[in-house]
């Protein structure tokens, strides 16, 4: 079974500087996805980005990019120019394919300070 | 466009009682499934359905069951609530492989349950 870990339980940055949110994942498949999924007090679950495992380059989506890291299995979430309204759980999680069940992390608590 | 809608937000039931949670979804998704949310343990997959009348089971299936009878519709039946499944459930849906936007979930708003 595929297992994802994040290591961080909370992170705390201060407005417009980086941050860095670490996932690690283990499995034997080769073709799958990675995901990071923000989830605001509002509860609702919203794709950050997203990683194809056959792809080289790192998914980059505004403010936020990955380095995947595919011999590793880690997957990490870059924040840019932390904002407000970036403060959030962030789960990072992997779905193998073709879609069957995605795994999920247990979640960094990011908060971002004025 | 609805997206993905839950119901009910909120329920309290009585240990022993049953109750079906009910999920929908406006957007042709092949791929449906329900999963809990507890404290520091992310969402761990309950059940999944990759088609109308296919359904299989995730990390977590114990006491719940599915159906899948349309595309559309994927209920969650609790038939004895037992208060070890007071949790957040989100159903959340998306298209499969091999198509634009497949394998992004798209999720309900959640359904907050509470056994006692």
């Known amino acids: 079974a595929q297992t994802v870990t994040q290591s961080q339980p909370e992170m705390s940055v201060q407005e417009a500087e980086t941050v860095t949110l670490s996932c690690t994942y283990d499995t034997s498949e080769s073709n799958y996805y990675l995901f990071w999924y923000k989830q605001p007090p509002s509860r609702q679950m919203i794709l950050v980005i997203r990683?194809?495992?056959?792809?080289?380059q790192n998914a980059t989506e505004n403010r936020f990019s990955v380095n995947f890291q595919k011999a590793a299995k880690s997957f990490s979430l870059k924040i840019s120019d932390s904002q407000l309204g970036d403060t959030a759980m962030y789960f990072c999680a992997f779905m193998k394919q073709p879609p069957r069940d995605m795994r999920f992390g247990a979640g960094t608590r990011l908060t971002v300070k004025p | 466009n609805a997206g993905v809608t839950q119901t009910p937000k909120f329920q309290v039931l009585k240990t022993g009682q049953s109750m079906t949670l009910q999920c929908a979804q406006d957007m042709n998704h092949e791929y449906m499934s329900w999963y809990r949310q507890d404290p520091g343990m992310g969402l761990r997959l309950i059940h999944y359905s990759v088609g109308a009348g296919i359904t299989d089971q995730g990390e977590v299936p114990n006491g719940y069951n599915v159906s899948r009878s349309t595309t559309e519709d994927f209920p969650l039946r609790l038939l004895s609530a037992a208060p070890s499944q007071t949790s957040v459930y989100f159903c959340?849906?998306?298209?499969?492989?091999?198509?634009?936007?497949?394998?992004?979930?798209?999720f309900g708003a959640g359904s907050r349950l509470t056994v006692l």
């Open positions: 959340a849906s998306s298209l499969r492989t091999g198509r634009e936007g497949a394998n992004v979930l798209t």
């Open positions: 990683q194809e495992a056959y792809k080289q």
